[in-house]
């Protein structure tokens, strides 16, 4: 692998993981189409879609524990919303990622594009009110929320994403959780989930290794940058900046795919 890759490698894994941080979003669904088309653009090398979900699992896994310990102070972190949650999407993840390796690379893509339109729809669903909840008595339905974060999982560890781009407009429009603590617990909930993924990847081969290992450093470098920012960024912003990313990828991807 030459130079100019592995910078290319670093310079896509500090932008991706400062944004998960910030967002509180694993980073697969910027990485995911930046490993596949930036390389290939810029002409300094190739991933394979398998080859691409394999990085993207191992970033998310990093880039997620960078954005947890810097949100485990504040109260916004949900215990009972991330046990729900984490346990159902960590079983659903590693389903999803070890199934992977018996789909073609355009199946990964369009899993990953359908992934991507649910989550810009849901994203653009109104959430009046729910940021004035106080945290302490936040409420939600706990089957609805495992069920949900289950089939996320499936989708997620197939594409090697966290799910956290889908967990997001979940909590928000669904579970009706407060921006804030939904930032902070989809973050530990994709460190969960990364974990199903990255096994499914690892046992099936699909990870190269100094591609993920670079990943790994930028996501510890910039995950707690992004964190840190999203706490001043006023929460209105933090939505709409989510929703433009995830829409931005999912037409891209579909571009790709069609």
Do not use: C
């Given at each position: 692998?030459?130079?100019?890759?592995?910078?290319?490698?670093?310079?896509?894994?500090?932008?991706?993981?400062?944004?998960?941080?910030?967002l509180?979003i694993g980073?697969a669904?910027i990485?995911?189409?930046?490993?596949l088309?930036?390389?290939?653009?810029?002409?300094?090398?190739?991933?394979?879609?398998?080859?691409?979900s394999?990085?993207?699992?191992?970033q998310v896994?990093?880039a997620?524990?960078g954005?947890v310990l810097?949100y485990r102070?504040?109260?916004?972190?949900n215990?009972s919303?991330i046990?729900?949650?984490g346990?159902?999407i960590l079983?659903?993840?590693?389903?999803g990622g070890?199934g992977?390796t018996?789909?073609p690379?355009?199946g990964?893509?369009i899993v990953?594009?359908?992934?991507?339109l649910?989550?810009?729809?849901?994203?653009?669903?109104?959430k009046?009110g729910?940021?004035?909840?106080p945290?302490?008595q936040v409420?939600?339905?706990?089957?609805l929320a495992?069920?949900?974060?289950?089939i996320v999982?499936?989708?997620a560890?197939i594409?090697g994403?966290g799910?956290?781009f889908?967990?997001v407009?979940?909590?928000l429009?669904v579970?009706?959780?407060?921006?804030?603590?939904?930032?902070?617990s989809?973050l530990?909930?994709?460190l969960?989930?990364?974990?199903?993924?990255v096994s499914?990847?690892?046992a099936?081969?699909?990870?190269?290794i100094?591609?993920?290992?670079?990943?790994?450093?930028a996501?510890?470098?910039?995950?707690p940058?992004?964190?840190n920012?999203g706490?001043?960024?006023?929460?209105k912003?933090?939505?709409?900046?989510?929703?433009?990313?995830?829409l931005?990828?999912a037409?891209?991807?579909?571009?790709g795919?069609?």
């Amino acid at each position: 692998m030459g130079i100019s890759l592995m910078i290319t490698i670093f310079l896509m894994g500090v932008v991706g993981s400062f944004i998960s941080g910030m967002l509180g979003i694993g980073g697969a669904i910027i990485n995911y189409p930046m490993l596949l088309y930036i390389p290939v653009m810029l002409g300094v090398g190739h991933f394979s879609a398998h080859e691409v979900s394999g990085i993207t699992a191992i970033q998310v896994l990093f880039a997620t524990l960078g954005g947890v310990l810097a949100y485990r102070k504040g109260g916004y972190l949900n215990k009972s919303l991330i046990v729900y949650m984490g346990i159902s999407i960590l079983i659903g993840s590693f389903i999803g990622g070890f199934g992977s390796t018996h789909m073609p690379e355009r199946g990964i893509n369009i899993v990953y594009g359908i992934l991507a339109l649910i989550a810009v729809i849901m994203m653009f669903v109104p959430k009046r009110g729910i940021d004035h909840i106080p945290l302490d008595q936040v409420k939600f339905n706990k089957w609805l929320a495992a069920l949900l974060s289950f089939i996320v999982g499936i989708g997620a560890g197939i594409v090697g994403a966290g799910g956290a781009f889908l967990l997001v407009p979940i909590m928000l429009a669904v579970l009706k959780i407060p921006t804030r603590m939904t930032i902070a617990s989809s973050l530990a909930i994709t460190l969960i989930s990364s974990i199903g993924a990255v096994s499914g990847k690892i046992a099936t081969g699909q990870m190269p290794i100094l591609p993920s290992i670079i990943m790994v450093v930028a996501s510890l470098i910039a995950s707690p940058i992004g964190a840190n920012a999203g706490k001043r960024v006023n929460t209105k912003v933090l939505q709409v900046i989510m929703g433009i990313l995830i829409l931005a990828t999912a037409v891209k991807t579909w571009i790709g795919i069609l």
